[in-house]
Protein backbone atom coordinates (compact mmCIF):
# COMPACT_ATOMS: atom_id res chain seq x y z
CA UNK A 1 0.00 0.00 0.00
CA UNK A 2 0.86 3.03 -0.67
CA UNK A 3 1.71 5.69 2.27
CA UNK A 4 0.39 9.15 1.57
CA UNK A 5 1.53 12.02 3.59
CA UNK A 6 -1.58 14.53 4.82
CA UNK A 7 -1.79 17.46 2.69
CA UNK A 8 -1.62 19.40 6.29
CA UNK A 9 1.74 18.36 7.02
CA UNK A 10 3.13 19.53 3.81
CA UNK A 11 2.52 23.12 4.11
CA UNK A 12 4.01 25.73 6.18
CA UNK A 13 2.14 28.36 8.59
CA UNK A 14 0.98 31.65 6.64
CA UNK A 15 3.41 34.14 7.12
CA UNK A 16 2.18 38.04 7.38
CA UNK A 17 3.23 40.18 4.68
CA UNK A 18 4.63 43.21 5.66
CA UNK A 19 3.92 45.94 3.82
CA UNK A 20 5.64 49.78 4.09
CA UNK A 21 5.01 52.45 2.76
CA UNK A 22 6.84 55.87 2.24
CA UNK A 23 5.02 59.11 1.62
CA UNK A 24 4.98 62.32 2.78
CA UNK A 25 1.35 63.64 4.58
CA UNK A 26 1.54 66.85 1.51
CA UNK A 27 2.35 64.61 -0.89
CA UNK A 28 -1.13 64.47 -2.90
CA UNK A 29 0.00 61.31 -5.05
CA UNK A 30 0.80 60.02 -1.65
CA UNK A 31 -3.03 60.30 -0.90
CA UNK A 32 -4.25 59.07 -4.23
CA UNK A 33 -1.85 56.32 -4.02
CA UNK A 34 -3.09 55.25 -0.85
CA UNK A 35 -6.79 55.08 -1.64
CA UNK A 36 -6.04 53.14 -4.41
CA UNK A 37 -3.89 50.83 -2.34
CA UNK A 38 -6.18 51.02 0.20
CA UNK A 39 -9.05 48.93 -2.13
CA UNK A 40 -7.09 46.72 -3.47
CA UNK A 41 -6.22 45.91 -0.22
CA UNK A 42 -9.47 45.50 1.20
CA UNK A 43 -10.61 43.03 -2.01
CA UNK A 44 -6.85 41.11 -1.57
CA UNK A 45 -8.21 37.63 -0.36
CA UNK A 46 -5.74 36.79 2.94
CA UNK A 47 -6.20 40.51 3.83
CA UNK A 48 -5.83 39.29 7.74
CA UNK A 49 -2.54 38.27 6.96
CA UNK A 50 -1.06 41.60 5.85
CA UNK A 51 0.65 44.59 8.16
CA UNK A 52 0.86 48.06 6.52
CA UNK A 53 3.45 50.26 8.18
CA UNK A 54 3.72 54.23 7.22
CA UNK A 55 7.12 55.10 6.86
CA UNK A 56 8.10 59.40 7.02
CA UNK A 57 9.51 60.91 4.14
CA UNK A 58 9.46 64.60 3.48
CA UNK A 59 9.50 65.94 -0.01
CA UNK A 60 10.71 69.41 0.93
CA UNK A 61 12.82 68.96 4.45
CA UNK A 62 14.37 72.45 4.02
CA UNK A 63 10.37 74.07 3.88
CA UNK A 64 10.57 76.39 7.22
CA UNK A 65 9.33 75.87 10.33
CA UNK A 66 6.35 77.43 11.23
CA UNK A 67 3.28 78.85 9.59
CA UNK A 68 2.60 77.16 6.03
CA UNK A 69 2.21 79.42 2.78
CA UNK A 70 -0.09 79.14 -0.04
CA UNK A 71 0.87 76.21 -1.97
CA UNK A 72 0.87 77.96 -5.23
CA UNK A 73 3.73 80.55 -4.32
CA UNK A 74 5.84 78.09 -3.07
CA UNK A 75 5.76 76.12 -6.13
CA UNK A 76 6.33 78.87 -8.40
CA UNK A 77 9.33 80.00 -6.58
CA UNK A 78 10.79 76.92 -5.90
CA UNK A 79 9.79 75.03 -8.85
CA UNK A 80 10.30 78.28 -11.07
CA UNK A 81 7.01 77.23 -12.73
CA UNK A 82 4.82 79.97 -14.28
CA UNK A 83 1.56 80.19 -12.10
CA UNK A 84 -1.33 79.41 -14.78
CA UNK A 85 1.17 75.72 -15.61
CA UNK A 86 1.30 75.07 -12.16
CA UNK A 87 -2.70 76.18 -11.66
CA UNK A 88 -2.87 73.53 -14.89
CA UNK A 89 -1.33 70.78 -12.93
CA UNK A 90 -3.27 71.40 -9.72
CA UNK A 91 -6.18 70.62 -12.30
CA UNK A 92 -4.91 67.58 -13.46
CA UNK A 93 -4.52 66.18 -9.85
CA UNK A 94 -7.87 67.89 -8.67
CA UNK A 95 -9.23 65.74 -11.39
CA UNK A 96 -7.65 62.47 -11.09
CA UNK A 97 -8.12 62.95 -6.90
CA UNK A 98 -12.00 62.89 -7.71
CA UNK A 99 -11.92 59.67 -9.46
CA UNK A 100 -11.18 58.43 -6.44
CA UNK A 101 -13.63 60.14 -3.98
CA UNK A 102 -11.07 62.82 -2.97
CA UNK A 103 -11.55 66.80 -2.87
CA UNK A 104 -8.83 68.62 -3.41
CA UNK A 105 -9.26 72.19 -3.06
CA UNK A 106 -5.18 73.98 -4.00
CA UNK A 107 -7.07 77.16 -3.73
CA UNK A 108 -6.82 76.84 0.07
CA UNK A 109 -3.65 74.02 0.45
CA UNK A 110 -0.57 75.64 2.46
CA UNK A 111 2.77 74.73 1.77
CA UNK A 112 4.43 73.38 5.41
CA UNK A 113 7.29 71.67 7.03
CA UNK A 114 5.60 68.20 7.31
CA UNK A 115 8.60 67.24 10.16
CA UNK A 116 6.51 67.57 13.02
CA UNK A 117 3.55 65.41 11.18
CA UNK A 118 5.47 62.79 10.26
CA UNK A 119 6.87 62.83 14.78
CA UNK A 120 3.36 62.70 15.37
CA UNK A 121 2.46 59.63 13.14
CA UNK A 122 5.13 57.61 14.89
CA UNK A 123 3.86 58.97 17.97
CA UNK A 124 0.57 57.54 16.95
CA UNK A 125 1.82 53.88 16.26
CA UNK A 126 3.82 53.78 19.27
CA UNK A 127 0.43 54.75 21.49
CA UNK A 128 -2.15 53.37 19.30
CA UNK A 129 -1.03 51.06 16.96
CA UNK A 130 -1.78 50.70 13.59
CA UNK A 131 -5.34 51.97 13.40
CA UNK A 132 -4.36 54.96 15.23
CA UNK A 133 -1.87 55.79 12.79
CA UNK A 134 -4.14 54.92 10.42
CA UNK A 135 -7.03 56.92 11.61
CA UNK A 136 -4.50 60.36 12.34
CA UNK A 137 -3.05 60.19 8.32
CA UNK A 138 -6.57 60.28 7.02
CA UNK A 139 -7.58 63.63 9.17
CA UNK A 140 -4.06 64.72 8.33
CA UNK A 141 -4.21 64.36 4.31
CA UNK A 142 -7.84 65.80 4.29
CA UNK A 143 -7.37 68.77 6.01
CA UNK A 144 -4.46 69.79 4.11
CA UNK A 145 -6.20 68.95 0.82
CA UNK A 146 -9.75 69.75 1.22
CA UNK A 147 -9.47 71.73 4.34
CA UNK A 148 -6.77 74.60 3.66
CA UNK A 149 -5.23 73.27 7.31
CA UNK A 150 -1.56 74.67 7.96
CA UNK A 151 0.15 71.86 8.86
CA UNK A 152 3.26 73.92 10.01
CA UNK A 153 0.74 75.03 13.27
CA UNK A 154 1.30 73.27 16.37
CA UNK A 155 -2.49 74.13 17.25
CA UNK A 156 -3.84 72.66 13.96
CA UNK A 157 -1.85 69.14 14.56
CA UNK A 158 -3.21 68.95 18.02
CA UNK A 159 -7.00 69.26 17.09
CA UNK A 160 -6.03 66.28 14.39
CA UNK A 161 -4.86 64.37 16.91
CA UNK A 162 -7.67 64.88 19.09
CA UNK A 163 -9.89 63.99 16.12
CA UNK A 164 -8.28 60.87 15.44
CA UNK A 165 -8.23 59.24 18.60
CA UNK A 166 -5.33 60.28 20.92
CA UNK A 167 -7.40 61.26 24.05
CA UNK A 168 -8.59 57.31 24.24
CA UNK A 169 -4.51 56.24 23.52
CA UNK A 170 -3.91 58.61 26.89
CA UNK A 171 -2.70 61.70 25.30
CA UNK A 172 -4.96 64.74 25.65
CA UNK A 173 -3.93 68.06 24.03
CA UNK A 174 -1.32 69.29 26.39
CA UNK A 175 0.47 65.87 26.32
CA UNK A 176 0.38 66.36 22.08
CA UNK A 177 1.20 69.63 22.44
CA UNK A 178 4.36 68.78 24.61
CA UNK A 179 5.15 66.22 22.32
CA UNK A 180 5.14 68.53 19.38
CA UNK A 181 7.18 71.40 21.57
CA UNK A 182 9.92 68.48 22.43
CA UNK A 183 11.80 66.18 19.75
CA UNK A 184 10.15 63.01 20.82
CA UNK A 185 9.76 60.47 17.60
CA UNK A 186 12.80 62.67 15.97
CA UNK A 187 15.03 59.89 15.16
CA UNK A 188 12.34 57.81 14.08
CA UNK A 189 11.58 60.24 11.16
CA UNK A 190 15.39 60.57 10.55
CA UNK A 191 15.57 56.84 10.50
CA UNK A 192 12.88 56.13 7.85
CA UNK A 193 14.32 58.78 5.77
CA UNK A 194 17.74 56.96 5.74
CA UNK A 195 16.29 53.38 5.06
CA UNK A 196 14.49 55.11 2.15
CA UNK A 197 18.07 56.28 1.00
CA UNK A 198 19.46 53.13 1.79
CA UNK A 199 16.69 51.35 -0.60
CA UNK A 200 17.12 53.74 -3.25
CA UNK A 201 13.67 55.41 -2.80
CA UNK A 202 13.96 58.87 -4.57
CA UNK A 203 9.87 59.74 -5.10
CA UNK A 204 6.55 59.00 -3.24
CA UNK A 205 4.73 57.29 -2.21
CA UNK A 206 6.91 53.94 -2.49
CA UNK A 207 5.43 50.40 -1.77
CA UNK A 208 7.53 47.57 -0.16
CA UNK A 209 6.24 44.09 0.54
CA UNK A 210 8.57 42.21 2.74
CA UNK A 211 11.57 44.22 1.52
CA UNK A 212 11.73 41.94 -1.42
CA UNK A 213 8.64 43.71 -4.16
CA UNK A 214 8.36 47.56 -4.67
CA UNK A 215 6.27 49.35 -6.79
CA UNK A 216 6.67 53.64 -7.07
CA UNK A 217 3.74 55.96 -7.16
CA UNK A 218 0.36 56.02 -7.46
CA UNK A 219 -0.63 53.12 -9.14
CA UNK A 220 -3.89 51.58 -10.24
CA UNK A 221 -5.28 49.33 -7.80
CA UNK A 222 -4.66 46.76 -10.15
CA UNK A 223 -1.10 47.13 -9.75
CA UNK A 224 -1.71 46.94 -6.18
CA UNK A 225 -3.16 43.83 -6.47
CA UNK A 226 -0.48 42.48 -8.24
CA UNK A 227 2.16 43.51 -5.91
CA UNK A 228 0.17 41.93 -2.86
CA UNK A 229 0.19 38.74 -4.92
CA UNK A 230 3.83 38.60 -5.85
CA UNK A 231 4.42 39.52 -2.17
CA UNK A 232 2.21 36.57 -0.85
CA UNK A 233 3.98 33.96 -3.64
CA UNK A 234 7.40 35.05 -2.57
CA UNK A 235 6.39 34.60 1.85
CA UNK A 236 3.97 31.54 1.41
CA UNK A 237 5.26 29.07 -1.68
CA UNK A 238 2.95 25.76 -1.90
CA UNK A 239 4.77 22.83 -0.98
CA UNK A 240 3.70 20.36 -3.35
CA UNK A 241 4.13 16.67 -2.13
CA UNK A 242 5.97 13.85 -4.93
CA UNK A 243 3.35 11.30 -4.08
CA UNK A 244 2.66 8.62 -6.13
CA UNK A 245 4.57 9.45 -9.46
CA UNK A 246 2.06 6.78 -10.96
CA UNK A 247 -0.89 8.36 -9.90
CA UNK A 248 -3.37 8.93 -12.93
CA UNK A 249 -4.22 12.56 -13.37
CA UNK A 250 -5.16 15.03 -16.49
CA UNK A 251 -2.88 17.28 -17.87
CA UNK A 252 -3.63 20.18 -19.92
CA UNK A 253 -6.86 19.99 -22.31
CA UNK A 254 -6.35 16.18 -22.80
CA UNK A 255 -7.42 13.41 -20.41
CA UNK A 256 -6.85 9.47 -21.30
CA UNK A 257 -9.66 7.53 -19.39
Avoid at 33 to 54: I, M, Q, Y
Amino acid sequence: MTSVLPLTTALAPTRTLQVEVWSDIACPWCYIGKRRFAAALDAFPHRRHVEVTWRSYELSPHTPAGPGRPEIDALVEHKGIPRDQVRQMFAHVATVAAGEGLVFDFDRALAANTFDGHRLLHVAREVGGADLVEALIEKVFDAHFSQGADLGDHETLVRLAREAGFAQAGLDDDDVRTVLDGDRAADDVRRDEAEARALGVNGVPFFVVDRRVAVSGAQPAEVFTQLLEAGWREANPLAVLAGDPDAEACTDDSCAV
